[in-house]
DNA sequence: AACTATTTATGATTTAAATCATCTTTTAAA
DNA sequence: TTTAAAAGATGATTTAAATCATAAATAGTT
């Protein structure tokens, strides 16, 4: 792993981390933490994947972010109340070097260079977010959902096309804010113009320039 | 003014900060900062109003943040490309402390506690973003914004229900993330149910209450 | 006060996406 | 290897919100 704290805290700091640190190993469906739960510390993904969810309200879930090997998760419930605001769901089997709190704070506090990486690092969280704001038709979100997915899994072994992992077509619409039916249309009308390949449950993208341009509003 | 510079940075490098800082002052409708501009610094809200924007898609902007006194503005863009991620606009004549990049780099280096709070800043900013990614019916988000309005705004003197500042119902479209219309039908109806009262352009919130639990997703 | 311009309001119609209803295919289990 | 369960796909219908159209009300200007 080469994670924020390898590259901005010193030595002696990284070794001090690592002995308070922990592995946590969940299993594919698992929960790694729960809304309102206490925050206990931090996760960072080893290898595995993760999708980070909210409730809309009553009913619905959202999956507002995908995380992947040398992320951070469970950063979001900070400050206020220290409870999680979102839920975080393994995607496969997946392990996490978990940081306690305390130590957490402790190596923020001593290396200031490590301070203000997380400062950055938050920034760029909320730049990120600034996506789930756009409204954009069901097609244009659809597009970015899959450029996004494209961003977090990358491309399989081998493959320039075929996404390296598949969520399923209800955490696509998840995803993209959308109803599971609306969403395997748009993936067939998507199909049909060869923006991209569907191969059974699989996805290539095929046009990723169409569909950055797609995703960045293009209309029609 | 009694920011979070002040709270968390030593006497001297508030006399560092304030040294290097300027008062920046513009008349409603300006623009502080534009979509695509470089970041130069840091503005805080001496004494005004602003509304944060962002562009969906082509066409239409939506209001992601309402920022008063004390707030800060313009720290979205911090780390990638430096620029602006979305457009600052004056509501009214506005008198903000601008502080340079440099200066507030320095700071928080210099400052451990002061980068800790702003990390903690971050991350409550980030949280308040999970707002746009819940697509609840209209009624809801409307609440949801009417709501935002009294914890930013807070009720006008001498009123315990009156908005002491009333966003344009274009305004109030745009952050609810509905079109101008259904925004007026919407307040009409709260208005018949007297969960509001519209007074012209003015707005009183009679039951906070309620207005919390449709925001909540409270159906109907 | 009279005249514009802007903002607020409301009715009628259209439309994109949700919902409802099936059906097929794939995966998992007995 | 048959059966059950889950995931994927598509057509038909409904609906919430957008769009179109127009009218009041308010504010600003000469």
Redesign the interface.
């Known amino acids: 792993m080469n994670s924020i704290i390898q590259n901005y805290c010193s030595d002696g700091w990284n070794e001090y981390i690592e002995f308070h640190s922990k592995i946590v190993q969940v299993k594919k469906g698992d929960f790694i933490f729960e809304t309102g739960q206490a925050i206990e510390g931090l996760h960072i993904i080893h290898a595995g994947k993760v999708k980070i969810t909210?409730k809309?309200?009553?009913d619905t879930e959202?999956i507002?972010r995908l995380a992947a090997d040398g992320d951070i998760i469970g950063?979001?419930?900070?400050?206020?109340s220290w409870k999680y605001?979102?839920s975080a769901i393994a995607l496969e089997n997946t392990d996490l070097i978990f940081i306690p709190l305390k130590i957490f704070?402790e190596a923020?506090?001593?290396n200031?260079?490590f301070?203000?990486a997380?400062?950055?690092?938050?920034?760029?969280?909320?730049?990120e977010?600034?996506r789930?704001?756009?409204?954009?038709p069901v097609r244009?979100m659809v597009a970015s959902v899959l450029y996004n997915n494209y961003e977090v899994f990358g491309f399989a072994k081998g493959s320039e096309t075929k996404l390296s992992f598949t969520l399923s077509r209800t955490d696509l619409a998840s995803q993209a804010?959308v109803r599971y039916e609306t969403l395997v249309r748009t993936l067939a009308e998507l199909n049909t113009e060869k923006v991209i390949k569907i191969e059974g449950k699989f996805i290539h993208l095929c046009d990723i320039e169409k569909l950055k341009s797609i995703k960045?509003?293009?209309?029609n």
């Open positions: 909210t809309n309200g009553n959202r507002i950063h979001r419930g900070f400050g206020g605001s979102v704070n923020v506090i001593a200031s260079s301070a203000y997380m400062m950055i690092f938050f920034a760029e969280e909320l730049r977010s600034e789930l704001a756009s409204q954009l244009n804010g960045e509003g293009e209309l």
